[in-house]
């Protein structure tokens, strides 16, 4: 699948004498060679397929990231004019919040599938060692693509075409312990919208109440939650998001109840959207945790080695893991 680059700049933060956020400005844009060429193509590949992403749209108060891009988009204002405003402004918001960020800032403006893009990302230059063709070894940098932890994608043909979606932003949530939206999502003047995690799990009731509605029997049940769970991890493995249409085609349709019309007239589920991994398990298994014990079983297995008494709340289950079953032979006290 092609991916034409337009656009393409990368600026530095760094951290100056004082311990605070810095600014170095490339001047002009980079040249689309093949080293650029593999560089995105690896970036949009790893952005299409990281989990967890969050979707959102401009904010009515603060529009100063949107004016840019307006500007972009209008030619009055040229990619690498744009990259500057756009640094200065993330570097004023970092040093707002005496926030210390250090890393290549890239702006990419790119086209795929007929869509039109711009990616904005804050990659780690990690230090390490190579050996030169003569055989020494030398220090060398590179750019950690997989562990990217800030970034931000706005779909500027959706931003065009359907400028009330709430979802032509998509982000990457940060680090550990800290949201994106520390400072992220204020210089991109936008506002969180559409949850994938929400509109998962409401995908989940909605099947459950499909299932009942149809009046299927326990196999039937079983099949189906088998034909989506296949459905949506094929998606997650191509980066590919939901369609509900397309998933409605793989259940096959009831001369009476057809899957799409049935979430369409019953849930506030969007036409398409990424599938939450975590959420998938709903699917095909029972999950619970609690004071200490965790128990997963595939839902096949209730009533028949599993069983659950709701009068006792206790749980039966007859035959357990191998694995499990030496560990609790290995602890059992012997007769006294």
Known sequence: MS????HI????LFLNEQGQTALAKRDDELATGPAVTQLMSELHHIYNTKAGKVFGYFSDEDTGFCDLVRRMEDQSLGFAAFSHQAAERLLGEL??????EEGVLLFVHYQWLGARYLLIALLD???SVTVTEKLDVSRASYLDLGRMQLAARLDLTELQTRSESKRYFSF???RAGRKVSDFFLNFLSCVEGMDPKVQSQGLMKAVDDYCDARQLSKEEREESKATISKYCREQLKEGEELELRELSAELGSDDDLDFYQ???EEYALEERFPVDRSSLKGLTK???SGGGLTISFDQKLLGERIDYDPATDTLTIRGTPPNLKAQLQGNAKPDA
């Open 286 to 288: 029972y999950v619970g």
């Open 9 to 12: 700049i990368v600026h530095s």
């Open 95 to 100: 040093n707002r919040l005496d926030m210390q």
């Open 125 to 127: 230059n990690k230090d």
């Open 262 to 264: 049935f979430v369409s």
């Open 3 to 6: 991916l034409d680059i337009e």
């Open 172 to 174: 990457i949530k940060g």
